[in-house]
């Protein structure tokens, strides 16, 4: 690669590279169009795994590479920049893996003059990784290995004698490979889902500290200040982001309920009786005691909780956002808030992805009700829905591998292979990542979205169709790039496919950038915000072209490592309807979903069999990749 050290603004120009199986730290300095091409975050990602780690490695061994990524507006001092992305090979799906996290760790990582951290290999035992002021040290972390996230950061920042270093890291969850452990940032924020905590715990690496004193330099500060200020004066105006600055997520869950978007038993099952237990207004009346946020960021969604006896829940770790609240609520079949918030912090003290926890405990207790596991597997617990202590013991079993907590430590496609007897059929999963708190029953292109996405199922880097079925924010957002017209809800046809593909282009984009979904900029002010930030003369145009063009790497690492057409595809509950429930009379028809997945792939330039062909790959400026497909 060409080194230059000309750099645009809001970059450092240096990528860290990290080798525990020697001990090697080096420096790469890659030159400006590399990133322009790739921006940052799961641009670094999709470019580093796809060239650099080999085909048909176990995702668990030395030869996976972890990559710690930020983007170009993280530690920009503007809203919603807070975020960074992590990446390897997926030990829970065997595909491409990334998870972004807010918080304060990603904009201090470019305070300490990096833009990623790349690293490679397996420590002999426990270490963790300090890196501050551009330097960076490998540290033992033999006394940490055990600790849950909440003393290990206690100790770190003891022993380095400074109470303002940011942790990532693990707990008992990543370090015993559970597949779905995720990785914890200041405690409260994770990176959760594609098992990235357990490639962390496959290195023997226990955390990153990381502190720094440079602020990142921007091209134009004061067109930033103008757009902060615009949002300042304007955030009551939108109602959504009013919400989640007064509640954070989770608030109208009785909503959920009447629409059928909010899971129940497992995905089978609709009308949850009492969503209001759960719903982020009655956090704030009952056991909130404030809300905090991520770096430089007004909207401060972030729940902070306190619980006494007999449940102890410790504020340092905040409190449960609406997939935590949902996975492990209400499809559990739970309505016991406190319980659910107790699991919650477990989760986050244990390095666990809430949302893989909850699908894989609802999977057992649907197994458990069905009679294909019994209470002499469970070590006697009556894992039935709505047992909430039954549930919450079970996160700690999965945590360090106890009794079926071993077995459901491997995510429910892994543990349905193991217990067989037709469980495979309750196994809410897409590639072998668990399904996300929404429903694609209602919303049929967020369906299409869990299908193709590269990660297996996720909600985040995609569309929920609610939004566009009608005229409101997200169709004013998306009639800059040409979407003009509300489309029904039930569409699944040309126009919905061609809204849905413009839109994951720039929510993929935002995981480029690092900048929060949550924050109600248009495409337009977007494109403004990284132009303030690089100096880069963009367009929206350019920007969207990144988005796909991460898409399409992510897409060829996934066909390289063996995933074709059949796995774009849902579990065949969807195609069937709930039992009761405002969705008991509808579900996702298989011709239809049939027809959109090949259309979409059409629109994608993709062969029928999903396959990105050369002259699409050349036209994304990444004809290189086409090695990668013979």
């Given at each position: 690669m060409e080194r230059c050290f000309a750099m645009p603004f809001g970059y450092n120009g240096k990528i860290l590279r990290v080798n525990l199986s020697d001990g090697r730290i080096s420096i790469e300095r890659p030159n400006e169009n590399f990133y322009r091409r790739y921006l940052g975050g799961e641009g670094f990602v999709a470019y580093y795994l796809l060239?650099?780690?080999?085909?048909?490695?176990?995702?668990?061994?030395?030869?996976?590479?972890?990559?710690?990524?930020?983007?170009p507006l993280t530690g920009a001092p503007i809203p919603g920049c807070g975020r960074n992305s992590v990446g390897a090979k997926s030990p829970l799906t065997g595909g491409f893996g990334e998870a972004e996290v807010?918080?304060?760790?990603?904009?201090?990582?470019?305070?300490?003059?990096?833009?990623?951290?790349?690293?490679?290999?397996r420590a002999e035992s426990p270490v963790y990784l300090w890196v501050h002021d551009g330097e960076a040290e490998i540290m033992d972390a033999k006394h940490l290995w055990g600790k849950d996230t909440g003393e290990t950061q206690t100790i770190i920042r003891r022993e380095l004698g400074d109470n303002l270093i940011r942790v990532a890291s693990i707990g008992p969850g990543g370090e015993n490979l559970v597949r779905f452990a995720c990785i914890i940032v200041d405690l409260r924020n994770a990176a959760g889902r594609t098992g990235m905590g357990a490639v962390m715990g496959s290195k023997n690496l226990k955390a990153i500290a990381v502190r720094g004193r440079e602020r990142v330099e921007?091209?134009?500060?004061?067109?930033?200040?103008?757009?902060?200020?615009?949002?300042?004066?304007?955030?009551?105006?939108?109602?959504?982001?009013?919400?989640?600055?007064?509640?954070?997520?989770?608030?109208?869950?009785?909503?959920?309920?009447?629409?059928?978007?909010?899971?129940?038993?497992?995905?089978?099952?609709?009308?949850?009786?009492?969503?209001?237990?759960?719903?982020?207004?009655?956090?704030?009346?009952?056991?909130?005691?404030?809300?905090?946020?991520?770096?430089?960021?007004?909207?401060?969604?972030?729940?902070?909780?306190?619980?006494?006896?007999?449940?102890?829940?410790?504020?340092?770790?905040?409190?449960?956002?609406?997939?935590?609240?949902?996975?492990?609520?209400?499809n559990c079949g739970i309505d016991n808030l406190e319980a659910v918030t107790k699991a919650n912090e477990l989760c986050n003290r244990y390095s666990l992805d809430v949302i893989s926890t909850g699908v894989t405990i609802a999977f057992a207790m649907e197994c458990y009700e069905n009679g294909i596991i019994s209470s002499e597997d469970t070590g006697g617990l009556e894992l039935r829905f709505g047992n909430a202590e039954a549930m919450v013991k079970m996160v700690?079993?999965?945590?360090?591998?106890?009794?079926?907590?071993?077995?459901?430590?491997?995510?429910?496609?892994?543990?349905s292979k193991t217990i067989g007897r037709g469980s495979e059929k309750y196994a809410m999963h897409v590639k072998g990542l668990e399904i996300p708190m929404h429903e694609p029953r209602?919303?049929?292109?967020?369906?299409?979205?869990?299908?193709?996405?590269?990660?297996?199922?996720?909600?985040?880097?995609?569309?929920?169709?609610?939004?566009?079925?009608?005229?409101?924010?997200?169709?004013?957002?998306?009639?800059?790039?040409?979407?003009?017209?509300?489309?029904?809800?039930?569409?699944?046809?040309?126009?919905?496919?061609?809204?849905?593909?413009?839109?994951?282009?720039?929510r993929v984009l935002d995981n480029c950038l690092l900048i929060c979904d949550f924050l109600p900029w248009d495409f337009n002010q977007k494109t403004e915000i990284v132009r303030a930030v690089t100096?880069?003369?963009?367009?929206?145009?350019?920007?969207?072209?990144?988005?796909?063009?991460?898409?399409?790497?992510?897409?060829?690492?996934?066909?390289?490592?063996?995933?074709?057409?059949?796995?774009?595809?849902?579990?065949?509950?969807?195609?069937?309807?709930?039992?009761?429930?405002?969705?008991?009379?509808?579900?996702?028809?298989?011709?239809?979903?049939?027809?959109?997945?090949?259309?979409?792939?059409?629109?994608?330039?993709?062969?029928?069999?999903?396959?990105?062909?050369?002259?699409?790959?050349?036209?994304?400026?990444?004809?290189?990749?086409?090695?990668?497909?013979?």
């Open positions: 060239r650099e780690v080999k085909p048909g490695i176990d995702p668990l061994s030395p030869e996976n590479k972890l990559i710690f990524a930020a983007g807010g918080g304060m760790w990603g904009a201090e990582l470019k305070r300490a003059g990096f833009d990623a951290i790349i690293v490679e290999g921007v091209y134009d500060p004061n067109k930033l200040r103008e757009l902060s200020r615009w949002l300042n004066e304007n955030m009551s105006k939108f109602r959504f982001v009013n919400d989640l600055h007064n509640y954070g997520t989770g608030a109208g869950m009785d909503a959920g309920a009447a629409s059928g978007n909010l899971p129940f038993r497992n995905f089978r099952d609709g009308g949850f009786p009492s969503p209001e237990k759960l719903d982020a207004r009655t956090i704030k009346k009952t056991i909130s005691i404030g809300m905090e946020g991520c770096y430089a960021c007004s909207v401060r969604c972030k729940k902070v909780v306190r619980i006494g006896e007999p449940w102890n829940v410790d504020p340092a770790y905040g409190g449960p956002e609406y997939e935590a609240l949902a996975a492990l609520g209400s700690e079993n999965i945590a360090y591998r106890k009794g079926l907590g071993k077995i459901l430590a491997e995510g429910v496609r892994g543990a209602l919303k049929r292109a967020l369906g299409l979205g869990y299908a193709v996405s590269p990660t297996g199922a996720d909600h985040m880097h995609n569309m929920h169709d609610t939004g566009l079925a009608s005229s409101g924010p997200m169709l004013d957002a998306l009639s800059s790039l040409g979407v003009l017209e509300p489309i029904p809800l039930e569409d699944l046809g040309p126009k919905k496919i061609r809204a849905f593909i413009y839109y994951v282009d720039w100096g880069w003369n963009t367009s929206a145009w350019e920007l969207m072209k990144a988005g796909e063009r991460v898409i399409t790497m992510a897409r060829i690492f996934n066909i390289r490592e063996g995933f074709n057409k059949k796995d774009d595809w849902l579990p065949e509950r969807f195609f069937k309807p709930t039992r009761g429930g405002p969705l008991s009379n509808t579900s996702l028809d298989p011709n239809i979903f049939r027809n959109a997945l090949e259309l979409y792939y059409e629109m994608m330039g993709w062969s029928k069999d999903g396959v990105p062909t050369r002259a699409r790959l050349e036209e994304l400026d990444i004809g290189w990749a086409y090695e990668y497909l013979k």
